[in-house]
T-cell receptor, first 113, second 118 residues
Framework: DGGITQSPKYLFRKEGQNVTLSCEQN?????MYWYRQDPGQGLRLIYY???????QKGDIAEGYSVSREKKESFPLTVTSAQKNPTAFYLC????????????FGQGTRLTVV | AQTVTQSQPEMSVQEAETVTLSCTYD???????LFWYKQPPSRQMILVIR??????QNATENRFSVNFQKAAKSFSLKISDSQLGDAAMYFC???????????????FGTGTRLQVTL
């Protein structure tokens, strides 16, 4: 079945370690996104990519990095520079074009201890 | 910059009744799209309904409908005949049209938690 897969569902890391969250889609979508969700703050855009080998910073990119080497994959690295990394992370993708909706993965809950 | 505001952190409705969730947005663009997403306890985001700004007719999807007031920059969601399965967080979202600077960015409000009671 087509969809967006985020793995793992739960992730624990020690403070000071980098960690990479996986996002894979088989929908042949052009654009992919990473959002962070915190209680009471809705979804905030971290990075997005419209085509392979190109990506743009969102509203809260500091402390994060991404790559887009393949159309299907858009991994997010949470670096040690991110001061408050514990959060719920959502990946989304969208087919290019005017009137298209974003589809979301099931999310990864990252806890840094 | 575009902003989306949901002023109701929590709402409650009785089963079979109607509830309206509010959303306002701020933009200088004339071409854009508005969305309502539902996030149940599973945390999977699900598109409920969308509205193209150039369309005057309000969008409807079964029990869900919107009241789109372009001049007032208001985009409320009405849920009719509420069901227990409607209990979730609801997010309003904005995206610019193809020739705008925000065509690829989906901006969300802070959400409204809807409770459905018996």
């Amino acid at each position: 079945d087509g969809g967006i897969t985020q793995s793992p569902k739960y992730l624990f890391r020690k403070e000071g370690q980098n960690v990479t969250l996986s996002c894979e889609q088989n929908l042949n979508h052009d654009a992919m996104y990473w959002y962070r969700q915190d209680p009471g703050q809705g979804l905030r855009l971290i990075y997005y990519s419209q085509i392979v080998n190109d990506f743009q910073k969102g509203d809260i990119a500091e402390g994060y990095s991404v790559s887009r080497e393949k159309k299907e994959s858009f991994p997010l690295t949470v670096t040690s520079a991110q001061k408050n990394p514990t959060a719920f992370y959502l990946c989304a993708s969208r087919k290019g074009g005017q009137n298209t909706e974003a589809f979301f993965g099931q999310g990864t809950r990252l806890t840094v201890v | 910059a575009q902003t989306v505001t949901q002023s109701q952190p929590e709402m409650s409705v009785q089963e079979a009744e109607t509830v309206t969730l509010s959303c306002t947005y701020d933009t200088s663009e004339s071409d854009y799209y508005l969305f309502w997403y539902k996030q149940p306890p599973s945390r999977q985001m699900i598109l409920v309904i969308r509205q193209e700004a150039y369309k005057q007719q309000n969008a409807t999807e079964n029990r869900f409908s919107v009241n789109f007031q372009k001049a007032a920059k208001s985009f409320s969601l009405k849920i009719s005949d509420s069901q227990l399965g409607d209990a979730a967080m609801y997010f309003c979202a904005y995206r610019g049209g193809l020739n705008t600077g925000t065509a690829s960015k989906l901006t969300f409000g802070t959400g409204t938690r809807l409770q459905v009671t018996l």
